[in-house]
């Protein structure tokens, strides 16, 4: 992890202090366990892994190849990426999939408590906008950065977004945004 990402961590970290969290549940990849450890070691609580949280699958196919030789080494695929996200033909896993796949997670994860759940960026937008009622072709809409700490209330048989909170990359101060957001 970087020094700036270290620092994201801690802010968030200091952030998830008050939610009084019961349990710290993470992607195995090496980032998100590093994330995770920085909250559970600011909370007091205990780190679980589940592969369920990995990175989107669609990571898998363009591993190893950096953003901006995407267009080259795969024609046509960032801008279909970008542009249509919920209807790739090239990824073994549909945007659909990962919202379910994050979603199962998530529920099976809640009923431990207050969780905080580290994953990676596509997935974490992907179950935001499944739980929230919001269409995942919005994929690309308002995306979380790095180290944000999301807060979903269970609101009747769906969840609704109270909190977006991210740490600001510019200064030392951090940002918070409230959002009521309910199926």
Same mark, same amino acid.
């Given at each position: 992890?970087?020094?700036?990402?270290?620092?994201?961590?801690?802010?968030?970290?200091?952030?998830?202090?008050?939610?009084?969290?019961? /349990?710290?549940?993470?992607?195995? &990849?090496?980032?998100?366990? $590093? #994330?995770?450890?920085? @909250? =559970? *070691?600011?909370? %007091?609580?205990?780190?679980?892994?589940?592969?369920?949280?990995?990175?989107?699958?669609?990571?898998?196919?363009?591993?190893?190849?950096?953003?901006?030789?995407?267009?080259?080494?795969?024609?046509?695929?960032?801008?279909?990426? /970008?542009?249509?996200?919920?209807? &790739?033909?090239?990824?073994? $896993? #549909?945007?659909?999939? @990962? =919202? *379910?796949?994050? %979603?199962?997670?998530?529920?099976?994860?809640?009923?431990?408590?207050?969780?905080?759940?580290?994953?990676?960026?596509?997935?974490?937008?992907?179950?935001?906008?499944?739980?929230?009622?919001?269409?995942?072709?919005?994929?690309?809409?308002?995306?979380?950065?790095?180290?944000?700490?999301?807060?979903?209330?269970?609101?009747?048989?769906?969840?609704?977004?109270?909190?977006?909170?991210?740490?600001?990359?510019?200064?030392?101060?951090?940002?918070?945004?409230?959002?009521?957001?309910?199926?």
């Amino acid at each position: 992890m970087s020094d700036a990402g270290r620092r994201q961590a801690l802010e968030a970290g200091r952030r998830l202090e008050a939610a009084d969290l019961d /349990l710290v549940v993470s992607s195995p &990849l090496q980032r998100a366990v $590093e #994330t995770a450890t920085v @909250l =559970a *070691e600011a909370s %007091g609580v205990e780190i679980r892994l589940d592969e369920s949280l990995v990175e989107w699958r669609l990571g898998d196919r363009w591993a190893d190849t950096v953003w901006e030789e995407l267009p080259t080494q795969f024609p046509g695929e960032l801008e279909a990426y /970008l542009d249509h996200p919920d209807d &790739l033909e090239f990824t073994d $896993e #549909t945007l659909v999939d @990962l =919202a *379910e796949r994050m %979603g199962d997670a998530a529920e099976r994860w809640s009923r431990r408590g207050t969780v905080a759940i580290v994953s990676h960026q596509d997935p974490v937008q992907a179950v935001r906008l499944q739980m929230t009622g919001r269409p995942l072709t919005d994929l690309h809409r308002d995306k979380p950065g790095h180290a944000a700490v999301l807060r979903l209330d269970r609101s009747g048989p769906g969840w609704r977004e109270v909190e977006v909170w991210s740490p600001d990359e510019s200064r030392e101060s951090s940002t918070i945004r409230v959002e009521e957001t309910g199926i």
